[in-house]
């Protein structure tokens, strides 16, 4: 059972826009940033949203961040085939006094 | 430009103790600037923080793990390690080193992992 609550699957067509949510507490969300990463099938996580809605470098504009109190979304617009991948979200948590994830989203593109 | 790599024996036995290290290159491990971290994932699961240490030696673990987690760093390797004991099957995963940002605790760069598997 994950701190953060994530949808376990989302699906879009190339092209479409998606978004996945995140949801969180007081402790984590509501009073902290949140950091996105992607995995790509084998291979490590990647950054791909720091501090709520930032892209690091070499991020495409293709994804944004968003927070609203104690949830956050990813959203995804101009899929492609590349982005089929897993995504996690993860904040830290003053109440636990550590990092916390979500449970991650399994992005399909159909 | 910082890459990790991450070493240790793939296979470990059942109430042993698991030992990794990350070694840095292309900076330096003594930066104020990141904390050093350990996450691990279980086969087919999601991502679990096991702890950060920073170079002054500070560290912070994760409260499920901390009975039998060590993380430290060596500065004269430019290396930082991870210590689990009594390990079990539950322990089993690939094991992640990475750096954070000490104010965001975003992880920005991430060594490719290693597997670890606790079994006789």
């Known amino acids: 059972q994950s701190v953060l609550t994530q949808p376990p699957s989302a699906s879009g067509t190339p092209g479409q826009r998606v978004t996945i949510s995140c949801s969180g507490s007081s402790s984590n969300i509501g009073s902290n940033t949140v950091n996105w990463y992607q995995q790509l099938p084998g291979t490590a996580p990647k950054l791909l949203i720091y501090?709520?809605?930032q892209r690091p470098s070499g991020v495409p504009d293709r994804f944004s961040g968003s927070k609203s109190g104690t949830s956050a979304s990813l959203a995804i617009s101009g899929l492609q085939s590349e982005d089929e991948a897993d995504y996690y979200c993860?904040?830290?948590?003053?109440?636990?006094?550590?990092?916390?994830f979500g449970g991650g989203t399994k992005l399909t593109v159909l | 430009q910082v890459q990790l790599q991450e070493s240790g024996p793939g296979l470990v036995k059942p109430s042993e103790t698991l030992s990794l290290t990350c070694t840095v290159s292309g900076g330096s491990v003594s930066s104020s600037s990141y904390y050093w971290s350990w996450i691990r994932q279980p086969p087919g699961k999601g991502l679990e923080w096991v702890g950060y240490?920073?170079?002054?030696?500070?560290?912070n673990y994760n409260p499920s793990l901390k009975s039998r987690v060590t993380i430290s760093v060596d500065t004269s390797k430019n290396q930082f390690s991870l210590k689990l004991s009594s390990v079990t099957a539950a322990d089993t995963a690939v094991y992640y080193c990475?750096?954070?940002?000490?104010?965001?605790?975003?992880?920005?760069?991430w060594g490719k992992g290693t597997t670890v598997t606790v079994s006789s």
């Open positions: 990475a750096t954070t940002d000490n104010y965001y605790y975003f992880m920005d760069v």
């Open positions: 993860a904040a830290w948590d003053d109440s636990l006094n550590g990092q916390v």
């Open positions: 501090s709520n809605n």
């Open positions: 240490i920073h170079y002054s030696g500070s560290s």
